[in-house]
């Protein structure tokens, strides 16, 4: 494999400081040219291959800016994606320690465990239907290494889609037991609604959502697997979370998934 560009190398050495130090960094955009979105993947795949050099193992993806509202902010016509690993998952009613994530935000998602390939570079919703063996309510804690969160696109794909954590509920659910489309979702934190949402704020559909990431990784020759865990996208707003917090989200169909956050000076 050829040696990453200067300009990939100082962004992947950039975010990845900041994910060592938790001190975050500037953004990087400003080492690339508008728009340069292979470059921003690039990034993340170096930065990815670096975590995997280092015994880190990798267990699904989670697809990022499947909001319109969040897309237009960012002024992007698509999502984005990035890597799992299985030392992001946190179990279901945990604690997330003090001081683990920099800035960390919880948003509430459908969860997708394939059991078939989906190799195919056009892929369908009836692939996707025969290829998930079932689903679970989850939460994302996104988490950015960029200061203030001040990203664009070309920021959160080299920033791993700005991954931080995982949580997963404990009953899957087959998708002929729900419509992922029409479910709703509520979270609350500390007893009030913060967020709210339906499946088809996902994409249209939390399946649309598997669609276009089988598709993306297929043509870029590492296609999802059997055993694959996919995260779809928010349902609803973000929320940022602080020391102290608990969040319980539920999801019609699916059950509810809850995660706690360690008061400061309370590390583990």
Sequence with gaps: MPPAPPAVVKAADLLA????????????????DDGDLESAYAVQQLNVRRCLDAGRRIVGRKIGLTSPAVQAQLGVGQPDFGALFAD???????EVAAGRLLQPK????????LGRDLPHAECTVVDVLRAVD?????LEIVDSRVQGWDISLLDTVADNASCGL??????????????????????A??????????????????????????SALSERGDPLRAGDLVL???????????PGD???ARISGLGSVRVAFATEGDDQ
């Design 106 to 113: 919880v948003e509430a998602e459908v969860a997708l465990v």
């Design 166 to 187: 995982y949580v997963l509920g404990a009953a899957p659910v087959p998708l002929t037991a729900v419509d992922l489309r029409t479910v709703t979702m509520t979270m």
């Design 232 to 242: 779809t996208g928010a349902l609803g707003p973000m929320v940022p979370a602080a």
């Design 17 to 32: 400081e900041a994910a060592r130090t938790r001190a975050a960094c500037p953004p990087v955009r400003d080492l690339f």
């Design 246 to 248: 608990a969040f319980e």
């Design 134 to 138: 079932f689903a679970l309510p989850a």
């Design 88 to 94: 992001m998952a946190v179990p279901d009613g945990g």
């Design 189 to 214: 934190k500390g007893g009030g609604t913060v967020s709210e949402g339906t499946g088809a704020d996902c994409l249209g559909g939390p399946l649309n959502a598997a669609v276009w990431l089988a």
